[in-house]
């Protein structure tokens, strides 16, 4: 390699493994993501190290678990330092470091040590702020309130994450996954430093709940032509109290049919509008001639469970939750058409474009494998199991998962599961209490504490010998997640939550005056 190539890390947001024609999905239509497996390389097994969003990107950016970093909510500030980001090691080789689209870093100042970020943040500064003055507007807001479309990024009849399948209001050139290709294609074009290699984290929010369609998309398909969700007579049986609490948050039983399969319509069309995208973005690359020296690495931070075992959203340590996609494209290194079977996880991303760089290998503490590296010896087995880790206290869960197997360990309590993934890949049949299989499950406890010592946090996860899996007496209040339903959650904190999700916007805008415009002025232009 005689120069250090450009590094391209595309992210969309809440994207199930399964959602890509290359991923055996013949539903949905994803032709450019296609081309770009075609041309490079399908990681079959990816798996987020952490089930939520703040936390999957906070291991991404520094490369340790989320017992590491300390980011285990959304909320959390990150005990690593920021010079050991991938951008801190990517700056010293000489890199220009570029964010675009939601990063979802915590706190809201955050930046890993990137040297410039265009946010589309889904209203998070507005939502996350104690006052109106210290409401932090991003550049989608900005860029709406110019096009006097500001407070209509979605439906006025959704509330926060609920699962209303309605149509987004935006026309398609105001909408947050254009604007995302729009700034990325643009900074590509005519904002990329000259002089120097760039690293450029591209991240969309769709199709992160709601699932409200893009206008554009709304007949591309068929709700009754829509896979069904993987569900069995047992779920909502679940000995486990902690499921059964989120299921019951998420109000899934009040859904009809016809609710479901639109909503999982609507999914998919969010995915096919950012898939059109990131054609474009491809393109970009060949006309600017970068397509030859830039490593593309597409993934998402953590999957959807979409009605699977009637549930939805994330947190939870099942198939739609964890198993992510994975992509890397390299003309001229990466063999067309390769597709690796080994296990792998966003942490692995952290040592692939680092050691990519003159840093390659300057850095230690770190369970992720460099996936090029993988690719160039398919048969060499690097890993037993890749672990992944959710953390509201007391629920600390655990997730270890196996090509062959998955054990799923909750500290509430020390309810356990495990499924045989390869003749149970949706995960219907739990063997946790079946005594042939008691041999499974020691194994794979054992290895979750080896992992845990190496790479986690041993204080939260082990109990006073070290050496197991920390079982506390279960408490029911703790378990109840949520306390009220939170698809139905207001979008900012302070709007009584008395409110319907209709009526919020126009408490919000009474609130401000009824003018966007003046409200800039007031704040400095600069939120």
Known sequence: MKTQPNLLLIFTDQQRWDTLGVYGNE???TPHLDRLAQEGAVFENAITPCPLCAPARACTMTGFAAGKT???NNESAPATATDESIAAYLSKAGYHNQAIGKMHFTPDEQTYGMDHLILSEEMRGVRTAESLKDIRFDDYDRYLMEHDAWG???PPEIGYNELKPLVNCLPKELHITQWCGDRTVEWLKTERPSNKPFFLWTS???PHAPFDCPSHLTDLYAPEEMPRPWVSEKDGTSKNPYMESHRQAMEADLYSEQVILTNRAYYYANITFIDEQIGRIMQTLEEEGLAGNTLVIFTSDHGELLGDHRLWYKNLGYEGSMHIPMLAWWPGVIHPGTR???????????????????EKGKYDGRSGLDLLEMLTEPSSVRRNVVCSEFYVAPNYMLHVRSKEWKYLFYQNG???ELYHLLSDPHELVDLAEDPD???VKKEHQEEAVRWVIDYGNPEVALDETGHKLKVIPFQPQAAKLNPRPFSRMPWDSRIPPSLLPEQQRSWFWKELGGDWSKLIRLLGGGM
């Open 27 to 29: 539903t949905i239509q």
């Open 70 to 72: 300390n980011v285990y």
């Open 152 to 154: 209509w990024e979605k």
């Open 204 to 206: 969309f929010v769709k």
């Open 340 to 358: 690796c079977e080994e296990l792998t996880t966003l942490l692995d991303i952290f040592p692939t474009l680092v050691n990519r760089t003159s």
């Open 414 to 416: 020390g309810y356990e």
């Open 437 to 439: 299989f008691q041999h």
